[in-house]
């Protein structure tokens, strides 16, 4: 997951929800593919952070052992200065670079009365 070179804002911005829905055509269904892709990348960031700890992790760590560790840190400190999740996804949006498909709708059955 590569959040390096994004355009995404890192404070809240105000969207005009009639650009958002240009490509889906539904508003209701733009904020449901946004919120899954933000989850997505939700996801993908906290296995990449998690595993970049672990390399700091100590095997024998007591609460009172802790030190502070300035690699650490600054690992923790780039996550946190990144854009949020909601906005890495509504880049992608604006950028084209979301792919979303939608389920075939299957006609019900007709009803037979006897």
């Known amino acids: 997951m590569s959040t390096k070179h994004s355009n995404a804002a890192l404070t809240t ?9 240009g490509e889906v ?4 269904e733009t904020v449901s593919i946004l919120g899954k892709r933000a989850n997505q990348i939700s ?3 906290k296995e ?12 024998g760590e007591n609460l009172e052992e802790v030190y502070e560790n300035r690699e650490q840190i600054e690992v923790s400190k780039h ?3 990144m854009p949020k999740p909601a906005a890495l996804a509504m ?3 604006a950028e084209g670079k979301l792919y979303f498909r939608r389920p075939e709708v299957i006609a019900p059955a007709p ?3 006897p």
């Open 48 to 59: 990449e952070l998690t595993a970049k700890l672990e390399e700091f992790a100590l095997l």
């Open 43 to 45: 996801v993908a960031i």
């Open 79 to 81: 996550y946190e200065r």
């Open 91 to 93: 880049e992608e949006l």
């Open 13 to 21: 911005i105000t969207r005009d929800v009639n650009k958002m829905d």
């Open 111 to 113: 009803v037979l009365k």
């Open 25 to 28: 055509g539904n508003v209701y």
